[in-house]
């Protein structure tokens, strides 16, 4: 059983390095709770049908909106928070924990997605609410794969925009120090999508070019 279970961890390490994108929790804040004790952080990652700018692209920019319904089968049923992606702080909250304190919580709305993250205080969720209570941690992001077989893509005269139609699965929420990580995170990724498309696109007039030449040689 033992072996069953490290092989099982080890798939899920090797989905999450592969396939996962990190996209940045823009407003995140620490809940001033009173006398309770708790550590509190709150955020809104998604705000469905609303594009907002990952990055320039050639003369155009490049836009991506997560969908309303994106999330109706996601599946967020154990999802850890963590720092900067990793283990060294362990894991103040998890949308498993079986007490309030050391939940993590996903609600999705019709118009956006929320999370609420109730930190155990452990010296790590201490060092976490204090660091974005202070500003010191100022950006948070979350790891998610998707269908890509169902997303869809609208160039227009100054603009892409990729349109995230169906959310698979939730990896984690972690605090950052330096946003997305530019080697695994959603701007690499749809920079190599636009890539490869410009790519087809130039194979494809040089082959039309070369049809053309040889009409009118013959």
């Not at 609420?116 to 979350?142: A, F, I, R």
């Not at 530019?182 to 082959?207: C, H, K, M, N, V």
Request: hydrophobic content about 35%; some cysteine.
């Amino acid at each position: 059983m033992p072996e069953i279970k490290n092989q099982m961890n080890n798939n899920l390490a090797q989905l999450r390095t592969l396939h996962h994108d990190y996209r940045r929790l823009m407003e995140v804040r620490a809940e001033d709770v009173g006398e309770s004790g708790d550590l509190i952080l709150c955020g809104t990652p998604v705000i469905f049908d609303q594009p907002y700018k990952l990055f320039r692209y050639g003369n155009k920019d490049v836009y991506e909106v997560i969908e309303r319904g994106a999330f109706d089968e996601a599946d967020y049923a154990d999802v850890p928070v963590k720092y900067n992606h990793g283990d060294s702080r362990g894991t103040p909250a998890r949308t498993t924990s079986k007490t309030e304190r050391g939940r993590l919580t996903i609600t999705v709305h019709p118009d956006r997605v929320d999370v609420k993250m109730n930190l155990l205080p452990t010296s790590g969720g201490k060092d976490l609410y204090l660091e974005v209570s202070n500003g010191t941690v100022s950006q948070m992001s979350w790891a998610f794969t998707e269908e890509r077989n169902s997303e869809r893509i609208v160039e227009e005269s100054d603009r892409i925009t990729f349109y995230v139609r169906k959310v698979l699965r939730v990896f984690d929420v972690s605090a950052v120090d330096f946003g997305a990580n530019p080697t695994t995170s959603i701007y690499a990724r749809r920079r190599g999508d636009l890539d490869e498309r410009a790519a087809e696109l130039d194979e494809r007039s040089r082959q039309a070019l070369l049809h053309k030449i040889n009409i009118l040689t013959k």
